[in-house]
């Protein structure tokens, strides 16, 4: 679908050239970029979704930093827009154009560039694929202090670009935390090299938070230095069946307290999260009878036998509380795959769907399952939801419980205007009216922009307009997106 409704083309940039591609080829040579052919461009011109399409008759490869810079201080000059593009995995539309802004790609730029064997610092280009790096360190007996159900495509740089948080944040923290430096190219080629290896610095503004989270819309991160966890030498999941989602919370509230420091991972889902993988795939290890809510719990630790009985015992008391009705823990690592699988799933079994209206958002962890119970009322209410004939067919929750962040997914036979009319404003305002976030992860793209002001105040998106308009004058980087178009 082609779904940029409403948006206007800016006259100010300007219309790419044949001059223009040639001189991109005298920066990359000849294989260095993808011009005019619409299948070879299909790719980086929709977005993983296939939700949104732009138009861009060309993607730009470079290899280096210095390349990257070469090709900003042209786009500067020439006000030619510019949209960055990792792995090409967000779901809210920032990785591809609207229009026909040149896509450049940091497939090419992929190496490690180093490893502190002592300290697990890793610095490495933004285009290296987040498994890839996590293989890597596993060889070395570390890991990646983020892990997300996109690993096997995402790029670190495109993960830092997004924030992205992901199924290791309750133990190993934000990215604001774990990334110690980065490279940016900014919008008028200017190489910002803050890559630093150091864990305390406090020397001026920490400018490199700025880029953390900017999705692309005030320099290129081209490199990267992180703090990397050692790969725990004993790691366990379990699952629970539970009958509410007070009884998710219990068990919560209980697994901080009994599982303390080895406690790595806290998810759930609902019962309509699980019949949605199944609709699309089989999963494994899961328990006979289904429950209304699951959990996923992992633990991480040095001790094996040490973790085992923190885990039984929890679980015991789980069983005897009345918390959970019925729990599995993974026998080996097979099963730890597959019961994490099945986790990861749940987004690629809604992107099969024939449309899904997909929202991300935190607030307090009692808040979360109302939400989700109130949007289902509402959608019912509505008349879109509940009928045979209805366009949403199903309204499915999961996520990282131990983080307040909930993804609420609107599954629909299509996508219809007076759907996304009931459901937006209307959950941004319940969003907001519990003090909450309308992106807690994916980020804002196109998608929610334009209800910034949910979260943040007139004086901040105020402020962050100047720091986009100082850094970017031009306006060249990644437009239509992430501020929103009102003054
Ligand atoms: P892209 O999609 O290519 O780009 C995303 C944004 O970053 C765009 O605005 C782009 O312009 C910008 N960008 C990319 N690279 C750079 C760069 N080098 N410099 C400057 N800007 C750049 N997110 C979570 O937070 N947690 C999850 O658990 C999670 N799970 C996911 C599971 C699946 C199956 C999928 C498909 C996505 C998931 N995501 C999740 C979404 C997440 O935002 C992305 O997967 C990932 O962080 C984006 O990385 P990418 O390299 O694909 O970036």
Redesign the pocket.
Known sequence: VDKFPGYVRNENYKQLTEQDVDHFKTILGNNGLIYGNEDDLFPFNT???HKFRGKSQLVLKPKTTQQVSDIMRYCNDQKLAV??????????G??VPVFDEVVLS?QG?NKIRGFDNVSGILTAD??CV?EVLDNWLGEKGYMMP?????KG???????????????RLLRYGSLHGTVLGLE?VLPDGTILDNMSTLRKDNTGYDLKQL?IG????I????GVSILTPHKPKAVNVALLGLNSFEDVQKAFKQSRIELSEILSAFEFWDTNALQMFKKHATPKDVMEKEYPFYVLIETSGSNKDHDDEKLTTYLENMMVDGVAEDGVVAQDETQIRGLWSLR?GF??AL?KEPAVYKY?ISMPVPKLYECVEDMRQHLRDGGVFGQPDSPVTDVVAYG?VGDGNLHLNIAASRLESRVSALIEPYLFEWVANHQGSIS????L?VAKNEFLGYSKSPVMIKMMKTMKNMLDPNAIM?PY??LPSSP
């Open positions: 977005d993983w979704m949209v960055p593009q990792g792995g090409n995995t967000g779901l809210v920032g990785s940091l730029m933004a285009g987040l983020l892990d997300l159900g996109a495509s995402c790029h670190i740089g495109g993960n830092i670009a997004t924030n992205a948080g992901g199924l940016v880029f900017s999705e692309g819309t320099g290129v991160i081209t990861e987004t690629e992107g991300d990282h807690a992860e994916h980020g793209g990644n997106k992430y």
